[in-house]
């Protein structure tokens, strides 16, 4: 038996899936990464990098599946394709600006502001907002700081900082998802998983299958894949990171459903619209039914 088991590994497609290393990802990824899960067929390898790094890792197709921005999407269409499930998205709430004293929305204009990466959502976001901004691209742990010290007049949190601010005395500006959701009446999609045109849509229908039944195993096991995910809180509290989780791994992460596929090619649309993003404005989605 012990034979069958290593000929049968042996023989299994090692899929390199790469994900951000933040509570929420891993609160995902739990039934994958400790094999509650069955991938027959499939063997995983999980790779971890902040979200803008996996963006820029994606124009060299170097992970097979991977977490990216939707506005980092629009650069990679052609070689990559959305998977229908492990998506975030933020329902009246996302990424905020914040600042060191209230300002108001026409203050952030040629304001000096710390960014995530030229290639998130939440910059997209942003300059939807606000076109005028100065942006300065910098670590994402590090935005609440720079703010803090007055490296930079406001600093645009995603991630656990969205919940960590008001702790650091700092002042919300706007939350984008908020805003987003007043303009269009949509949850604002973040970031989705994606996976490389290359390995055809038989391997993508299994691999949004084994994605899907993962996040369905941690919403099940919930204590258990919260607290696999605290190594991975960064400092939170358990009801902060148990909050944080509730807000990104939901209904919207085992599928989009119509709604969010909207929501997807609303936010597209737009970014082509403002010539911040290049076209076309429509997204493909492959699910794990066959087409």
């Given at each position: 038996?012990?034979?069958?088991?290593?000929?049968?590994?042996?023989?299994?497609?090692?899929?390199?899936?790469?994900?951000?290393?933040?509570?929420?990802?891993?609160?995902?990824?739990?039934?994958?990464a400790t094999?509650?899960?069955?991938?027959?067929?499939?063997q995983?390898?999980?790779?971890?990098?902040?979200i803008?790094?996996?963006?820029?890792?994606?124009?060299?197709?170097?992970?097979?599946?991977?977490?990216?921005?939707?506005?980092?999407?629009?650069?990679?269409?052609?070689?990559?394709?959305l998977?229908?499930?492990?998506?975030s998205?933020?329902?009246?709430?996302?990424p905020i600006?914040?600042?060191?004293?209230?300002?108001?929305?026409?203050?952030?204009a040629?304001?000096?502001?710390?960014?995530?990466g030229?290639r998130?959502?939440a910059?997209?976001?942003l300059?939807?907002?606000e076109?005028?901004?100065?942006?300065?691209?910098?670590?994402?742990?590090k935005?609440l700081?720079?703010?803090?010290?007055?490296?930079?007049?406001a600093g645009?949190?995603i991630?656990?900082?969205?919940l960590?601010?008001?702790?650091?005395?700092?002042?919300?500006?706007?939350?984008?998802?908020?805003?987003?959701?007043?303009?269009?009446?949509?949850?604002?999609?973040?970031?989705?998983?994606?996976?490389?045109?290359?390995?055809?849509a038989?391997?993508?229908?299994?691999?949004?299958?084994?994605?899907?039944?993962?996040v369905?195993?941690?919403?099940?096991?919930?204590?258990?894949?919260?607290?696999?995910?605290?190594?991975?809180?960064r400092d939170?509290?358990?009801?902060?990171?148990d909050?944080?989780?509730?807000?990104?791994?939901?209904?919207?992460?085992?599928?989009?459903?119509?709604?969010?596929?909207?929501?997807v090619?609303?936010?597209?649309?737009?970014?082509?619209?403002?010539?911040?993003?290049?076209g076309?404005?429509?997204?493909?989605?492959?699910?794990?039914?066959?087409?």
């Amino acid at each position: 038996m012990a034979t069958a088991s290593r000929e049968a590994t042996s023989k299994a497609r090692e899929i390199k899936l790469a994900h951000s290393p933040d509570s929420d990802d891993a609160f995902m990824f739990y039934g994958l990464a400790t094999h509650k899960v069955r991938t027959p067929g499939l063997q995983f390898s999980h790779v971890l990098a902040d979200i803008e790094t996996l963006n820029q890792a994606a124009n060299d197709e170097v992970y097979d599946v991977t977490a990216i921005s939707f506005a980092a999407y629009a650069h990679l269409r052609e070689k990559y394709v959305l998977l229908d499930c492990g998506a975030s998205f933020g329902e009246g709430y996302g990424p905020i600006v914040v600042a060191s004293h209230p300002l108001r929305r026409e203050e952030l204009a040629g304001m000096r502001i710390g960014i995530p990466g030229l290639r998130t959502t939440a910059y997209l976001t942003l300059k939807l907002y606000e076109p005028r901004i100065s942006p300065v691209v910098m670590a994402f742990d590090k935005i609440l700081d720079a703010v803090r010290s007055g490296t930079v007049e406001a600093g645009l949190l995603i991630h656990e900082g969205q919940l960590l601010f008001p702790q650091m005395g700092l002042h919300r500006v706007v939350d984008l998802g908020q805003w987003w959701l007043e303009q269009t009446g949509l949850p604002l999609p973040l970031g989705g998983n994606a996976i490389r045109r290359a390995l055809g849509a038989r391997t993508g229908r299994q691999v949004a299958k084994v994605i899907r039944e993962s996040v369905a195993y941690s919403l099940e096991h919930r204590e258990a894949a919260l607290n696999y995910a605290m190594q991975f809180a960064r400092d939170m509290e358990p009801e902060l990171a148990d909050k944080f989780v509730g807000m990104y791994v939901n209904k919207w992460t085992l599928g989009y459903g119509e709604p969010g596929r909207r929501a997807v090619r609303e936010l597209l649309a737009r970014g082509v619209a403002a010539g911040l993003i290049p076209g076309p404005a429509e997204p493909e989605f492959l699910s794990e039914a066959a087409e």
